[in-house]
């Protein structure tokens, strides 16, 4: 009796782990997409403007700018690729004209985000195949 308890928690830890990389795996591909998406909606209607670079925190980096019409903009979630910025900076944008809360720092894409992205999906992997490993045959 309590080998078949076991032999079942061996599988259904071992299915939960799986599971457990596919939903994070599938968040990472989701933000990718979302990349993607961001991209073409600026590269259709694309806006360009120098912005000033309010702050930069671990969660996002706000920029403040203006568009010709006159309107001062800073997106609620920040500045897409904004790897290296620094407050006070005079930074080149782009963004969608339709949506402005939609800007990039200019000529970066969605390319560089697939480094990150897939590293630490690796990284998820190699923890949680071996982890499944010695679940199946220590359990």
Avoid: H
Wanted: aromatic residues 8%.
């Amino acid at each position: 009796m309590l080998t078949g308890r076991r032999r079942k928690a061996k599988r259904l830890v071992g299915r939960a782990l799986l599971v457990l990389g596919g939903v994070v795996t599938l968040i990472g591909v989701t933000l990718l997409a979302a990349c993607v998406r961001d991209d073409l909606a600026i590269e259709n209607r694309m806006g360009k403007a120098t912005a000033e670079v309010v702050s930069v925190s671990f969660q996002r980096t706000v920029v403040r700018f203006a568009t010709p019409d006159g309107k001062v903009y800073s997106p609620s979630q920040g500045v897409l690729y904004p790897d290296g910025l620094e407050p006070g900076q005079l930074v080149r944008i782009e963004y969608d004209t339709a949506d402005p809360e939609i800007a990039r720092v200019a000529e970066r894409t969605w390319t560089l985000a697939i480094l990150p992205i897939t590293t630490f999906l690796l990284g998820v992997w190699a923890v949680l195949l071996p982890l499944r490993w010695w679940v199946r045959r220590r359990l």
